[in-house]
């Protein structure tokens, strides 16, 4: 199987930072691509960041400048430092992973960490 514990969550005020990260470990074969989701109360999943095995990165509109993703593939981990936080960025963030495992190298699978939470307020 394959495991994401993600770690950085927190209370922050507005105008403040945060990093979280995110390590997979298990039977990974190879690891396509790496991101950040995050869920509001009463909100849908929405994509925050997320970065490819090939360097490609994308942003959402709203943590463009803000936010950066970066990953150490050495330790299958990624980053998200966020900056300048505001209120609308608390939610629930989630790491996702696109890999395939050992046993079925040849085929990527979508893997979920737990989510941690970010809440931003004074």
């Known amino acids: 199987q394959v495991q994401l514990v993600e770690s950085g969550g927190g209370l922050v005020q507005p105008g403040g930072s945060l990093r979280l990260s995110c390590a997979a470990s298990?039977?990974?074969?190879?690891?396509?691509?790496m991101g950040w989701y995050r869920q509001a109360p009463g909100k849908e999943r929405e994509l925050v960041a997320t970065t490819t095995s090939g360097g490609s990165t994308s942003y959402a509109d709203s943590v463009k400048g803000r936010f950066t993703i970066s990953t150490d593939n050495a330790k299958k981990t990624v980053h998200l430092q966020m900056h300048s936080l505001k209120p609308e960025d608390t939610a629930v963030y989630y790491c996702?992973?696109?890999?395939?495992?050992?046993?079925?190298?040849?085929?990527?699978?979508?893997?979920w960490g737990q989510g941690t939470q970010v809440t931003v307020s004074s």
């Open positions: 298990g039977s990974i074969f190879n690891i396509y691509a």
């Open positions: 996702l992973t696109r890999a395939s495992r050992s046993d079925n190298p040849l085929v990527p699978v979508n893997y």
